[in-house]
């Protein structure tokens, strides 16, 4: 399997130390120990475990690992390779809206109708308005 100092190898170590490093020194407690998030035992134990996992489902280097759901443990099921954009995208902070029966961020929202996000955001969240009316005023659509 890969070496130790190969980025995959530091990707594994820091999802570990993030859930089960020393509470008292790391900053990440809050987000995940704090939370219960935990790393399988599968790839707790085993580099070689979660390495063959990560190379089977699209690892490669300029992606990150994401949890699917950030609510959940570091797992195969529930762990991904996206890049830098989704996985900022896939965060507790992130306003998801929904039109139509469909949920997205706002962020791309915005992008799909050309639209600025901050104003946009001010008017759903703040004001009480529609989404929907709001992203087509500014876009013109």
């Known amino acids: ?55 089977e489902n699209g690892y490669k280097q300029g992606l990150t690992l994401d949890r699917e759901d950030n609510d959940h443990h570091y797992t195969p099921g529930n762990c991904r390779w996206v890049t830098r954009t989704v996985q900022q995208r896939n965060q507790r902070r992130t306003v998801v809206i929904e039109i139509d029966g469909e949920r997205k961020p706002l962020q791309e929202w915005c992008e799909m109708y050309n639209a600025p996000y901050h104003p946009v955001y001010y008017r759903i969240k703040k004001r009480g308005l529609d989404p929907l009316e709001v992203l087509i005023a500014w876009s013109g659509k």
């Open 1 to 55: 399997m890969t070496s130790t100092d190969s980025l995959l190898y530091h990707i594994w170590k820091g999802m570990i130390y993030r859930c089960h490093g020393n509470a008292a020194c790391q900053p990440y407690y809050e987000s995940y120990q704090g939370r219960g998030i935990k790393v399988c035992d599968e790839w707790r134990e085993s580099f070689e475990a979660f390495g063959g996992w990560a190379l």
